[in-house]
Structures are given as C-alpha cells and as structure tokens.
C-alpha cells in the first residue's frame, strides 16, 4: 500500500500521510507517536453510518481502548452545546495527557475536535482522520479549530496543531458529487493563488486525487509555515472568501461554502483589473463551469457591500482582499473601503 508523507514544522511538528486505503495504517502511524494510549473518536452521524465500524475495529484491533462520540451531520453540529458534551464525554471516559482524540469525518468534526484538544485538561493531543475532500486540502491541515456561535461562524477557535493528519482518500468514495464539489473549489483557490502547474493538471478531470490532495497540502502547509498565526501571507488561502462569505450570509447559507467560493473567486478576478491586476476571469470561469459550478450571484454590489463589512477580516478603514494578478499569483491588496464600493459598484449591478 503506497502513501506520501508530508510533514509540517509548524509549533509542533506533524506528519500528513495521504493514500488510498490507508485509514488500516491508523494504527502503525500513532503507535510511534503514543504508544498505548486511550483514543476518544469524534465523527458525525453520516460518517459513523459509513465508516465508525471500522475504524473502532481498526483501533481496538491494534490493542486500542477507543471510545466513539457522534455528532448529527452538519454545521449546526459546531455549536458549544455538542463541544461542551463532548469534553464531558472525555472526562467520563477518563482521558488523559497521555492519550488522544481522533477527528473522524469533515471539517465541522475536525474543527470541533481540534477545540476541543485545546481545551480539555489544558491541551491533549489529537489526530485528524479527514472523511471529505475539504477537509483533507484545507481544514485538517494548519491548526485552526473552531466552533460556531449565535454571533457568527468560527467566532470562537484556537490556533492548535494536531499531532497526525491520515487522509485515506478512498473514504471520499462516498461523498455526494455536491460535498465533493465544494471541495472542489478549495482545490482550484490553491491553484490560482500559487500553483499555475495544479491549476493547468485541474483542466483533466477527474483528477488524481492522492496527487492533487498532496499538492494542495505541501501548499498549505508551506503557506502554514511562514505564517501560522494569520497575520499576513495565510491571507492568501482566503481567495474567494471575503465575497464567498458575504454570499453564504445572504443566503442564509442555502448556498453552500463551495459553491459560494467559487462565486467569490470569480467576483475577485473581476476586481483586480481594476486594482491594476492582471484579468484571468474568462479562464477560471472556463475552470469552474467544467466543474458544475453556477457562477451567477443574484445580490447586487451594495448587499455584498453590507455583508461584507461584517466581515471579521475588515480592518479599520480599510478592506484587504486576494486578487490574482495571473494564475499562479495572488497578492493581498488593502483598499480604503469607500474605494472599494465604488469598485465593486463597477463590476457588480
Ligand atoms: N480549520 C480550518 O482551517 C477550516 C478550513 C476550511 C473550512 N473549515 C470548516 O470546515 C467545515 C466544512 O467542512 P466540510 O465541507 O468537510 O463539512 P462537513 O464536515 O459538514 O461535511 C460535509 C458533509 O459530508 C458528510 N461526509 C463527510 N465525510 C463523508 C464521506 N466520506 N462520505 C459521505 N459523506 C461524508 C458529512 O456528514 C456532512 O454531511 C466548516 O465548518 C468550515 O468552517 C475549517
């Protein structure tokens, strides 16, 4: 069974192993990093139907005492009423330092999973275990946790690494071509912002998919390492979602994050032209439409303009946005916000 390693020196230093058919080599890779150990195992209800089996026998088969808490699928599940359960649930089984919790499923179990590791006996370890597409390029890998509150999502997080990331890329068998999808355009964002080389391998679909998980983490991951706290080059992998934001918002979040992204990536290629960045809106169309994605946004510039200011990456006076100036090539572009409604008003009618 062939796997790739990439390993993140980040606060704490971790390996990402990513393959297909490798969640039996779960054990093998934490055995050097815990030894015996008690694993509390956090996943949803969707994931738990498909795989919870499993990966308890995977575990307790290898001589692991591993317990199972299941949250209902979706984002409602990252909420504080399910993370202060779950810490309860660790304190019943009785975890301790030396054990971990292992994140098994999509990005809503991983952020919440990673928070919970910050906060229980002060910090334990934890192993994600990523089940979608956007988890394994994006959310299991680089230490943000978080949970959502009534104020607004991811307001209340840690910056907190996990010790393991083990992507068995065959678990994505399962997902809907739309979950599927939304990873999609995570996938597309690395290659716009930094990659013209994946964003050219992305015009073959399907694509390999261990070959281009592994691109988008060595990009995250090099991205994670200049700046793992986000204060200033991790902006970049925010692409598409300073628009792709606002639009979830209006829709009351019907739309989901991927496809808003995609839209927002469209709505931020439209833009730099007029920043004096480069125009490369007739190729990511091109890319997106071949992926399914419906590029049409049905708000007009002064509702993106509210929702937006809102936004928790607004600053002052100011407004920072990625904007590409060619594929391969984005830069963070500050803008007083009166000159960015005017722009926007430009693009958007
Ligand atoms: N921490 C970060 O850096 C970061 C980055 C991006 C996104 N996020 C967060 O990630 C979350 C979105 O992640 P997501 O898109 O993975 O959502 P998700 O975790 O809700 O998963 C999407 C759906 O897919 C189902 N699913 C998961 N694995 C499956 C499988 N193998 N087969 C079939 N169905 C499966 C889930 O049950 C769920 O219904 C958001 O909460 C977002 O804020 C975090």
């Known amino acids: 069974m062939s796997y790739q390693t990439i390993r993140v020196e980040a606060s704490t230093g971790y390996d990402i192993h990513i393959g297909r058919d490798i969640l039996s080599q779960l054990p093998a890779f934490i055995r050097p990093l815990l030894g015996e150990c008690r694993l509390a195992v956090l996943t949803d209800s969707t994931v738990d139907e498909l795989y919870g089996d499993k990966l308890i026998d995977i575990l307790t088969s290898a001589g692991y005492a591993a317990d199972k808490f299941v949250i209902p699928a979706g984002e409602a599940s990252k909420c504080a009423d399910n993370l202060l359960e779950f810490l309860n649930f660790l304190a019943d089984c009785r975890l301790t330092r030396s054990d971990a919790i292992v994140a098994f499923g999509g990005g809503v179990v991983g952020d919440m999973a990673g928070l919970s590791a910050a906060l229980y006996l002060r910090g334990v370890k934890y192993i994600q275990v990523p089940t979608t597409l956007l988890a394994a390029v994006d959310s299991s890998v680089g230490g943000k946790t978080a949970i959502d509150i009534p104020a607004g999502k991811n307001l209340v997080g840690a910056f907190y690494q996990p010790r393991l990331v083990c992507c068995d890329t065959a678990l994505m068998d399962t997902l809907s071509p739309e979950i599927y999808r939304d990873g999609c355009a995570e996938v597309i964002k690395y290659g716009v912002i930094l990659d013209a080389g994946l964003y050219a391998a992305l015009r073959e679909t399907p694509f390999n998919r261990e070959n281009v998980v592994a691109r988008c983490v060595q990009i995250k991951r090099d991205v994670v390492q200049q700046d793992e706290f986000d204060n200033g080059i991790r902006g970049l992998l925010n692409f598409g979602h300073t628009f792709g934001h606002a639009i979830e918002k209006l829709s009351n979040f019907t739309v989901s994050h991927g496809s808003a992204v995609a839209k927002g ?61 060619t594929i391969g090539h984005c830069e963070l572009v500050t803008l007083p916000i009166e000159e960015f409604h005017d722009k926007l008003k430009q693009i958007i009618d």
Request: hydrophobic content about 45%.
């Open 265 to 325: 990536m469209l709505i931020a290629a439209r833009f730099a032209p007029l920043c004096g960045l480069g125009n490369i809106t007739t190729d990511l169309a091109a890319l997106l439409e071949c992926y399914g994605f419906d590029l049409s946004c049905r708000y007009s510039a002064e509702e993106l303009y509210d929702a937006m200011l809102s936004d928790k990456k607004r600053r002052g006076g100011n407004i920072t946005l990625v904007l590409p100036r």
